[in-house]
């Protein structure tokens, strides 16, 4: 997706269409699971500057992946080479903010009810970082296009997570809500997997990369939640905060009434 040089990209290899079918899925997906949350009254545009900038900046990233799909489905690989310089520095606030938003509401006790707040503290930056890293190694490979596509959609399907936290009933699934919502987006790299198979007869080894990081990722948050290293960053996160009263891996007690997010 993000191209950094002037030289005309490898040629195309056939699956344009499956790239850009999935990418409008992803958006449609994503759209809609905050859409429904506006609509039944669980989020709120009264929020601090900093929740709107996260916003702006992560849908701003559904549209230039869905756009770059597009400008390479349609061959308008000038428009693609240059949103994709675009596409390169856009992933560096989407990551501080990422960051900022979870450490607020993590210090505020603002961690929905069926998370571990500690948990919540890890997981939100793990995936972030597990995205951008996606993203640079497809960044890295992108003369190699068929690498270049997977990894960028692999690291797209990270950002799915959030979506299917609020598409998914998380109260109910409590306490894995967090494993369940992550576990979810892996259908997308398998389904890409699947394609290739149907379309050539193997699956791309840049798939099996794309799935062990995103899996990788998930141990890591699972390693660094339960353990004294976890129980550390959260002391040192929280001090000094509301969010210091919380026991770092206990449920909170469900609020009367509706959830309503981003007040951080």
């Known amino acids: 997706m993000a191209t950094l040089a002037q030289k005309p990209l490898a040629p195309s290899s056939g699956d344009e269409r499956f790239f850009l079918t999935a990418a409008i899925v992803m958006t449609v997906t994503?759209?809609?699971?905050?859409s429904l949350q506006y609509l039944m009254g669980r989020s709120?545009?009264?929020?601090?500057?900093r929740v709107h900038l996260h916003a702006f900046f992560f849908m701003g990233w559904v549209a230039i992946y869905l756009s770059q799909n597009f400008f390479v489905a349609t061959r308008r690989m000038a428009l693609h080479r240059r949103l994709g310089w675009i596409a390169a520095g856009w992933m560096v606030p989407m990551v501080v903010l990422g960051c900022v938003v979870t450490v607020a509401m993590v210090r505020l006790g603002h961690v929905p009810f069926f998370f571990r707040p500690l948990q919540f503290l890890i997981f939100d930056p793990v995936a972030v970082f597990t995205f951008a890293g996606l993203t640079?190694?497809?960044?890295?490979l992108r003369r190699r296009t068929e690498w270049h596509r997977r990894l960028h959609f692999c690291?797209?399907?990270?950002?799915?997570?959030?979506a299917f936290g609020r598409l998914l009933p998380l109260p109910l699934l409590q306490p894995l809500a967090w494993e369940a919502s992550y576990a979810v987006t892996l259908l997308f790299p398998f389904v890409g997997a699947w394609?290739?198979?149907r379309r050539s007869g193997r699956v791309h080894p840049a798939w099996w990369w794309g799935i062990g990081t995103i899996i990788a990722s998930f141990v890591l948050v699972e390693a660094i939640t339960y353990s004294p290293i976890g129980a550390a960053i959260y002391k040192v996160v929280t001090e000094g905060s509301p969010g210091a009263d919380v026991p770092p891996l206990e449920f909170a007690t469900p609020p009367e009434g509706t959830l309503v997010?981003?007040?951080?």
């Not at 690291?155 to 959030?162: D, S």
């Open 30 to 34: 994503i759209i809609s699971a905050f």
């Open 44 to 49: 709120t545009f009264a929020s601090p500057l």
């Open 195 to 197: 394609a290739d198979m």
């Open 261 to 264: 997010t981003g007040r951080t």
């Open 136 to 140: 640079i190694a497809a960044i890295l």
């Open 155 to 162: 690291g797209m399907t990270i950002l799915l997570a959030p």
